[in-house]
């Protein structure tokens, strides 16, 4: 595992857009944080941030995060609790980003993925280039139907879309973020 890797990644639930495009907060779930957590696990992820500020949230996820670490769960999956041990629940993206500058040094670079292209979109390939220099970088991933306007100002670059050979492009979150690491870190022969 690449030990000298300075990436995040985190997940928004508030403030996110709903199919009408209204700011929403979305729910926490059980599979959104075992599948991300073992995904950013495998490919050396620092920390995964689950982002939400509703307090029942935050209780539920520090619930099943507790039973796979500290809790029976833990003791019966070594590699769960591992897994599940990079999780770190916060209420806001100003959070995130000021706990990485403190970690790193400096401001992270926040890239953001979403279904659309948009401005300062870059290659995985490019993004990949640049998680070499040093410099914390986190991977917003966003619930419900993307990040909402304040998250996207935020942003300093975009990965681009995913998606197969037909027009559906509606990948759950939990797998477009194992796509996502897996195109930037993972093993290619």
């Known amino acids: ?16 857009v709903n199919r009408n495009d209204e700011i929403i907060g979305s729910a926490v779930t059980n599979l959104d944080l075992h599948d991300i957590a073992r995904a950013a696990r495998t490919y050396g992820i620092g920390t995964y941030w689950v982002v939400t500020p509703d307090r029942q949230q935050q209780e539920l996820a520090s619930e099943i995060v507790g039973h796979w670490t500290k809790g029976y769960g833990g003791t019966v999956n070594v590699d769960r609790a591992s897994a599940l041990s990079i999780i770190k629940i916060c209420s806001d993206i100003a959070e995130v980003i000021s706990a990485i500058e403190i970690k790193y040094g400096d401001r992270p670079l926040v890239v953001a993925t979403s279904a659309i292209t948009r401005e300062k979109t870059i290659t995985h390939e490019r993004l990949k280039k ?13 619930t419900a139907w993307g990040l909402a306007p304040e998250i996207i100002e935020l942003v300093d670059v975009f990965l681009p879309p995913l998606g197969g050979p037909g027009k559906y492009n509606h990948l759950s979150v939990r797998s477009a ?3 996502v690491l897996d195109r930037l870190l993972g093993k290619r022969t």
């Open 177 to 179: 973020a194992s796509i």
């Open 1 to 16: 595992m690449q030990t000298d890797l300075h990436l995040d990644v985190a997940l928004i639930h508030y403030p996110v």
């Open 130 to 142: 640049r998680l070499d220099k040093g410099r914390g970088v986190v991977i917003l991933f966003g």
